[in-house]
């Protein structure tokens, strides 16, 4: 049937091929589950009262074999009773009402198999619309997992194009320029401390000599004395 058919070929799509498209994969296949699910309720509704046709029809093959035996029964009593006129009205309604349970009866034998049919179509339908939905499910994973790892990849290759090694080691080369400008001014400052001191020593000593030229002449004067 179309029908089963159309379920069948929603879900033949490889995987790949939706991640190619601009549909989103998930909202795609769970519309697709969904319209099956609304045709596989429809079609339940079909069976449903096809089934509801086949009770009516044995309803009325129960009521027109009543219906026989009544008349039979009302045919035999007014014979009994010497009214043939009316017993003759009872069989013709009795003949009528057989009649009718003849063509009842080949209805009803081409409804239930009408019936089965549609039942075990049901059946078929209800068990692709179940595989659909499984199907479904493990295709949303497959697509998850693929976009998780295709956006691990596309993080993967950000990185490895920022090479974030060779900040670490532009950092690295200032770290040690500063390094090596903080030892070249401690070099500086020491000369210049150094220098400083020298500078001051050698005032002393002339401070020293001085004294010592001082004395010697105080000496001498004391001395002539």
Do not use: C, H
């Amino acid at each position: 049937m179309g029908l089963l058919n159309r379920v069948k070929d929603l879900f033949q799509a490889n995987v790949t091929d939706m991640l190619n498209k601009t549909e989103d994969p998930e909202k795609m296949l769970n519309f697709y589950v969904e319209k099956a699910s609304e045709d596989v309720r429809n079609f339940r509704i079909q069976v449903n009262r096809a089934i509801a046709d086949k009770i009516q029809l044995e309803e009325r093959i129960s009521n027109l074999q009543k219906e026989i035996t009544e008349r039979a029964e009302q045919a035999t009593l007014a014979v009994q009773q010497g009214k043939d006129e009316l017993a003759r009205t009872a069989l013709t309604l009795k003949k009528q009402a057989e009649t009718s349970l003849a063509d009842f009866e080949l209805q009803l034998a081409d409804q239930a198999k009408a019936v089965e049919e549609l039942q075990e179509n049901l059946r078929t339908l209800t068990e692709k619309l179940e595989k659909a939905k499984q199907e479904r499910n493990n295709l949303v994973l497959r697509q998850r997992r693929a976009k998780t790892m295709k956006d691990a990849n596309e993080a993967i290759s950000g990185i490895a194009t920022q090479d974030p090694m060779a900040n670490f080691d532009r950092m690295k080369e200032r770290v040690e320029r500063i390094e090596a400008e903080a030892k070249a001014s401690n070099i500086i400052l020491s000369t210049e401390n150094s220098l400083e001191d020298q500078l001051t020593d050698l005032k002393k000593d002339q401070e020293k000599s001085a004294i010592e030229d001082e004395l010697l002449k105080l000496k001498s004067e004391v001395n002539k004395d």
